[in-house]
């Protein structure tokens, strides 16, 4: 069975700091993995999403993750945050080829100014 | 090309009522999904259709919860006898594919049960 862990359901962060969301999985197949953004009254945008090939993913609004296999995680990074990045973030995972993605619980962002 | 579209965004029901979510899916995808999000908590995946078929509803609870795709118009999630427990967003997303990779999501609607 599948399942994805979400450490930290808040995270702050200072405007231009790093921002480091974290995200463990556990599938018994090679997995496919997405973050995905929701703001406030809005459905979930897909920030980005690891299938094959590469393992670091660079996704829109100057986030990326890397898949690291060893690990089981795919932790999502920013260099700089803006204050636009405040929302929550979704890490999930779906099998191979699959159509039933398992999504975490979710980490919010906090920005400060 | 119009996202998904799901209505009404917001939809409250007084216990023991009816609700119909409805979602019309991205024009040229024939592939939905329903997932439900409580309060503080990730999104859960309920069922999964194709145009008159449900494929799989391994997540929609045993009772009272339906979902169809028929051939015309969009995909209608009903729930009846709704509790306080239903309280919750409703997400539709749809691919053009069984493939999960493409999907694309609605903005959801809030159930409310008083």
């Known amino acids: 069975a599948q399942s994805v862990t979400q450490l930290g359901s808040h995270v702050s962060v200072s405007e231009g700091a790093l921002v480091l969301l974290r995200c463990n999985y556990s599938?018994?197949?090679?997995?496919?993995l997405f973050w995905y953004v929701q703001y406030p009254n809005q459905g979930l945008q897909l920030l980005l999403k690891?299938?094959?090939?590469?393992?670091l993913v660079k996704g829109i609004n100057g986030f990326e993750a890397e898949f690291k296999k060893s690990e089981t995680s795919f932790h999502l990074t920013k260099p700089s945050a803006h204050m636009s990045d405040a929302a929550e973030y979704f890490c999930?995972?779906?099998?191979?080829?699959?159509?039933?993605?398992?999504f975490g619980a979710g980490t919010r962002l906090f920005v400060k100014a | 090309n119009a996202g998904v579209m799901q209505n009404p965004r917001h939809l409250v029901r007084r216990r023991g009522q009816e609700a119909r979510l409805r979602c019309s899916p991205m024009?040229?995808?024939?592939?939905v999904y329903w997932y439900r999000q409580l309060p503080e908590e990730g999104l859960k995946f309920m069922v999964y259709?194709?145009?008159?078929?449900?494929?799989?509803e391994s997540g929609m609870p045993k009772e009272r919860f339906s979902a169809e795709f028929p051939k015309e118009g969009p995909s209608i999630l009903r729930i009846q006898q709704v509790v306080r427990g239903d309280s919750a967003a409703y997400f539709c997303?749809?691919?053009?594919?069984?493939?999960?990779?493409?999907?694309?999501f609605g903005q959801g609607t809030r159930l409310t049960v008083v």
């Open positions: 690891y299938t094959t090939g590469a393992t």
């Open positions: 599938s018994s197949v090679p997995p496919y």
């Open positions: 024009k040229g995808h024939s592939h």
């Open positions: 999930a995972v779906s099998e191979t080829g699959g159509f039933k993605t398992i």
């Open positions: 259709l194709q145009k008159e078929n449900i494929i799989d």
């Open positions: 997303a749809s691919s053009p594919q069984g493939e999960v990779t493409e999907a694309f």
